[in-house]
Nanobody, 126 residues
């Protein structure tokens, strides 16, 4: 059974940076697209970014984070990252790491992701 464990959340001032990590176990990590999603209080969970199953594959971002966030993966470490720069108060949310349910897909749009981490809180103060 796949397990995902996020780390790296915290409190940061607007304009600051954070790097989230997600360690994955229980499956062949490199074969699956990975993604980050977030959920703010009172809102539904939303897509943030995804990365294709291969190291040289595509990355996809929500318009709200494009140009500020970068998703990457290290297949040797079974870890996916989310580098968040120029953070805004509206980025405040619980951030979840997720894995695609089917191997060898691009992860475009974050559809079909069915394995989730426990979430890590990101709070951006103004």
């Amino acid at each position: 059974q796949v397990q995902l464990v996020e780390s790296g959340g915290g409190l940061v001032q607007a304009g600051g940076s954070l790097r989230l990590s997600c360690a994955v176990s229980g499956r062949t990590f490199s074969n699956y697209a990975m993604g980050w999603f977030r959920q703010a209080p009172g809102n539904e969970r939303e897509f943030v970014a995804t990365i294709s199953y291969s190291s040289g594959g595509g990355t996809y971002y929500a318009d709200s984070v494009k140009g500020r966030f970068t998703i990457s993966r290290d297949n040797a470490k079974n870890t996916v990252y989310l580098q968040m720069n120029s953070l805004k108060p509206e980025d405040t949310a619980v951030y979840y790491c997720a894995a695609d349910s089917v191997p060898y897909r691009s992860g475009y749009g974050g559809r079909g992701f069915d394995s989730w981490g426990q979430g890590t809180q990101v709070t951006v103060s103004s």
